[in-house]
Every structure is written in structure tokens, then in C-alpha cells.
């Protein structure tokens, strides 16, 4: 469940999450999410976000051969 939550800032550090946001494609909610979430994981690594964990397992059962095809065929 989703809740709102009110924070009160600096403008130009408003300014500054906005153009941020704006910039990597997220909203300020997502990117106040996630560091909010990555303050949760004291037993994980700190520097790990929300879109690193989740690319975890992602090149399971691949080899440098497979990359090294891979590769060929996106640049020659």
C-alpha cells in the first residue's frame, strides 16, 4: 500500500531532485523511494539500489563465448 508522505525542503534542492528526476526518467517519489529503501538494507550492500538487486541473476547459465557472440552481432 501506497501512502503520502509531505517533506518540507530547500527550493533549489526542490529545483535541483526535479531537474534530476527529469534527467534519469523518475519521478522525485521513485528516487525518494529508493534511497529510502536502500536505508532499509543494513544487512545488504549499502551501495546496491532497488535497480541493481533486481538485475541480479539476469546472466545466470552465460559465458564470455556467449558475450563474445553477443558482441559480434551488435557491432560487426
Given at each position: 500500500?501506497?501512502?503520502?508522505l ?18 534519469s ?52
Amino acid at each position: 500500500m501506497q501512502t503520502k508522505l509531505t517533506l518540507r525542503l530547500d527550493e533549489d534542492l526542490v529545483r535541483l531532485a526535479k531537474a534530476f528526476a527529469r534527467s534519469s526518467g523518475k519521478s522525485v517519489s521513485r528516487i525518494v523511494a529508493d534511497y529510502f529503501a536502500l536505508l532499509g538494507n543494513e544487512n545488504r550492500n549499502r551501495d546496491t539500489t532497488p535497480a541493481v538487486r533486481a538485475l541480479r541473476g539476469a546472466l545466470r547459465g552465460a559465458n564470455e563465448e556467449d558475450y563474445g557472440r553477443y558482441l559480434e552481432e551488435k557491432f560487426l
